[in-house]
């Protein structure tokens, strides 16, 4: 973030890059510095329901699941995704890692939805029966290696 920029400036920019209806909340306000943080909270008000957020990201760790495809590229973005909503999710205070009951909860959801070959050899690896979702992050690459090595992609053939 550029801290050489005075407010006044900021919300200039700010209008520049807002369109439709978010523009019009702010469009009324005179370019002054002490207006920058008068768009910034009309327009948090307005759009930044923090709990309407954190509500659909967990909808969204309950319904994404991985379609299957024989080179788990499908499986690498699931888990990318999981860990992108874990992310957001903490930034709305919501720290799924940081709290044992969560931390099982997201990390239960997350596994039982991944591929049975890759669960199988998250186990072998880790000689635990159930790892937890900071398991997977750690290790998927290197899973999915191994599977591949033992069972390469099938390219499509047409």
Do not use: W
């Not at 499908?74 to 995704?81: A, F, G, H």
């Not at 940081?98 to 239960?108: G, P, Q, T, Y």
């Not at 186990?123 to 591949?148: A, G, H, M, Q, W």
């Amino acid at each position: 973030m550029r801290t050489d920029l005075s407010d006044s400036m900021k919300l200039t920019y700010l209008t520049n890059y807002l369109h439709g209806y978010a523009l019009k909340v702010v469009q009324n306000l005179s370019i002054t510095d002490e207006n920058y943080g008068v768009a910034i909270s009309l327009l948090e008000r307005e759009f930044l329901d923090v709990n309407a957020i954190i509500d659909d990201l967990f909808r969204k760790i309950l319904e994404i699941k991985p379609e299957y495809d024989s080179s788990f590229m499908k499986t690498k973005e699931y888990i990318n995704d999981i860990n992108g909503i874990i992310s957001a999710l903490k930034g709305y205070g919501c720290d799924l890692l940081n709290d044992d009951a969560s931390l099982k909860f997201v990390s239960h959801i997350t596994f039982s939805k991944l591929p049975q070959v890759f669960k199988q050899e998250l186990i072998r690896k880790l000689r635990v029966s159930y790892p937890s979702i900071t398991d997977v992050f750690d290790n998927y690459v290197e899973i999915i290696k191994i599977i591949n090595m033992k069972n390469p992609p099938q390219s499509k053939s047409h």
